[in-house]
């Protein structure tokens, strides 16, 4: 297979995954255009080489277009996974919009920034003080109900199963749980239900690279959130490298016969999924 990168370090365990610099894309048009997948596009990058050139790309369109913002990504996690989202409203930052999310929640609930990732844009907001410094700097409002959680689970899902999880833990008293800050691993089992969630949903939307975080409440799984470039830490702590499984995936796509460019397997898992817990 001939594999262009654009992204080198998320790319470093794929042999022979030649990296251009997306920048300069256009300058090596004939090396993209005789490539056989495009891994790892900037932003930018993703509706010309998949609508304009009709390449294949690695994450999968929907991976980049659900995964960089959590207003599209929660209104599709409405349409295939309802009851897995937490009680969540969306409204235009107007004095009526904020009207309308402080007479729907009551103090401690959490609020977001559309695009933001590793626990940054995510407050929860225990007073006034705290929700008039959110909605001065929104655009949209994105409130969402408090989970009463000390840890969320990290589910890892490349190409077509699910590589790895492991519990996020927060510090004691700390609102987020996010390994880059400060959170520590635990490595005991994930349930099932979680587990599942996470495969339906990717599956049904199209993801194929995803770091899903789920919180637990009750024993019932709630997705909050995923990132298609998600933090890699936890992974290196496991021992577990993605680059591997991208390959795997690829090249069963490849003997296979892939469809249109850029869209996931309907598959079944190229490798054996990671043991689930009862």
Known sequence: MRLITFDPLRAVAIPGARYIKPELVFRYRAEVLAADWLLFPEEW?????????????????????????????????????????????????????????????????????????????????????????????????????????????????????????????????AFHNNVARGGRIDHSPAPRAALELVEHVARTLGIDHAGFDVAVVDGEPYILEFNVKFGNLGLRELGIAVGPAILAYLKAREAEGSGRPGEPSPSQPTTPPVPMAS
């Open 45 to 173: 990058q993703v509706n010309f080489l998949v609508y304009g050139w009709h390449k294949r790309i690695f994450p999968s369109p929907a991976s980049y277009h659900l995964g960089r913002d959590k207003v599209e990504q929660t209104r599709a996690l409405w349409a295939v996974a309802p009851e897995a989202v937490p009680d969540t409203l969306i409204l235009p930052n107007t004095p009526s919009g904020q009207e309308e999310a402080l007479a729907h929640f009551s103090f401690p609930f959490v609020a977001k920034i559309p695009r933001a990732s590793m626990g940054q844009g995510v407050f929860r907001i225990e007073n006034m003080a705290d929700w008039q410094a959110y909605c001065a700097a929104t655009d949209v409002l994105y409130v969402q109900e408090y989970l009463p959680i000390d840890r969320d689970l990290r589910v890892v899902w490349v190409g077509d199963r699910v590589l790895a999880h492991y519990w996020r833990v927060g510090r004691p008293g």
